[in-house]
């Protein structure tokens, strides 16, 4: 008598169910979870992104403006640092010889 033939059917057999389950589980998944667009939808959409260029486009011109202006002000300030530290030189330097003469003068 023998005890393996029965044993030598099921390691050769293979149970496909659970792969079956979960395709469609999956199938069932994307059924539920998938939204269509309508046409009117789609036409808002394709409104809302040409809108959204042309704020885009607007907002980057505003930006490049702001800093061509931040330049400006960023050089006339520069510009009057240097002028006020010359006049502070030329004033310091005008002070000097009206100090000598205090001293000179007590």
Do not use: H, W, Y
């Not at 469609?24 to 409104?47: K, N, P, R, Y």
């Not at 930006?63 to 502070?88: C, G, N, P, Y």
């Amino acid at each position: 008598m023998r005890l393996d033939e029965g044993i030598e059917d099921q390691k050769l057999a293979l149970d496909i169910t659970p792969l079956i389950d979960i395709i469609f589980l999956l199938v069932l998944f994307f059924a539920v979870s998938t939204s269509f667009i309508s046409g009117e939808d789609l036409q808002t959409l394709q409104e809302d992104v040409v809108t959204f260029k042309d704020s885009s486009e607007r907002l980057q011109q505003e930006v490049q403006q702001q800093s061509a202006q931040i330049d400006t002000l960023q050089t006339d300030f520069t510009r009057m640092v240097e002028e006020k530290t010359r006049e502070i030189q030329q004033l310091a330097a005008n002070l000097e010889p009206v100090q000598d003469l205090t001293i000179l003068d007590i």
